[in-house]
C-alpha cells in the first residue's frame, strides 16, 4: 500500500466516551449508574439498562417496569439482570 510520505498504514480511531452515554445512564430517570443507594445498573430482556430504583418503583406504581426506548415489559427485578 502506497500513501503520502511519513503517513501511517494503520488507522487510528478515537472513540468519545459521549458517544456511549446510554450505557452509563438509567434509561428511565437518565441518571448515571452507582452503587450508592441502589442506582446500580440492571440489563432489561431488550439489551436496554435500567437502574435498580426505577425497576423497583415500576411504571405508574404498578410493579412491572416498561422500557422507555422499546416498551417492553418486565413483571420485576427479577427479569433483569443486575450488569455491574
Known amino acids: 500500500m502506497v500513501g503520502p510520505p511519513g503517513a501511517s ?4 480511531t478515537i472513540e468519545d466516551p459521549w458517544d456511549r ?3 452509563y445512564t ?3 430517570c437518565k441518571e448515571l449508574f452507582s452503587s450508592i443507594k441502589d442506582r446500580v445498573p440492571y440489563m432489561l430482556p431488550c439489551q436496554h439498562n435500567a437502574c435498580g430504583i426505577c425497576i ?3 411504571e405508574d406504581g404498578r410493579k412491572e417496569f416498561a422500557c422507555p426506548i422499546d416498551f417492553s415489559i418486565i413483571d420485576g427485578i427479577h ?3 443486575r450488569n455491574g
Open 26 to 28: 438509567c434509561v428511565k
Open 79 to 81: 427479569m433483569a439482570e
Open 9 to 12: 498504514h494503520l488507522e487510528h
Open 56 to 58: 423497583l418503583k415500576g
Open 21 to 23: 452515554a446510554e450505557e
